[in-house]
């Protein structure tokens, strides 16, 4: 089994950051991708942004492209979000990609003044 510990949410205000991490572990043996989606109540889960394992290749969505980066160490992902709007508030989860997804337990972002 795989285990995903999140990390770094919080309430900020608007035009501020902040950087979730998440950590992997347990029965990592070829992780093919990383990422973060996000979700509010009543909407599906929206995929954030992912990064590739082969080559770093990343994608995000257009609403974060320009102020969130991926990035990713030895099986921890992280998602530094500047520029935070109140439309980011949501429950970011992190997955990673081995031979099945698995999932982070969430971890809440607020923007708010």
């Known amino acids: 089994q795989v285990q995903l510990v999140e990390s770094g949410g919080g309430l900020v205000q608007p035009g501020g950051s902040l950087r979730l991490s998440c950590a992997a572990s347990?029965?990592?043996?070829?992780?093919?991708?990383m990422g973060w989606y996000r979700q509010v109540p009543g909407k599906s889960r929206e995929l954030v942004a992912s990064?590739?394992?082969?080559?770093?290749y990343t994608t995000y969505a257009a609403s974060v492209k320009g102020r969130f980066a991926i990035s990713s160490a030895v099986n921890t992902v992280y998602l530094q979000m500047n520029s935070l709007r109140p439309e980011d508030t949501a429950v970011y989860y992190c997955?990673?990609?081995?031979?099945?997804?698995?999932w982070g337990q969430g971890t809440q972002v607020t923007v708010s003044s």
């Open positions: 997955y990673v990609e081995i031979y099945t997804r698995y």
């Open positions: 347990g029965s990592i043996f070829s992780i093919a991708a």
């Open positions: 990064i590739r394992a082969v080559d770093g």
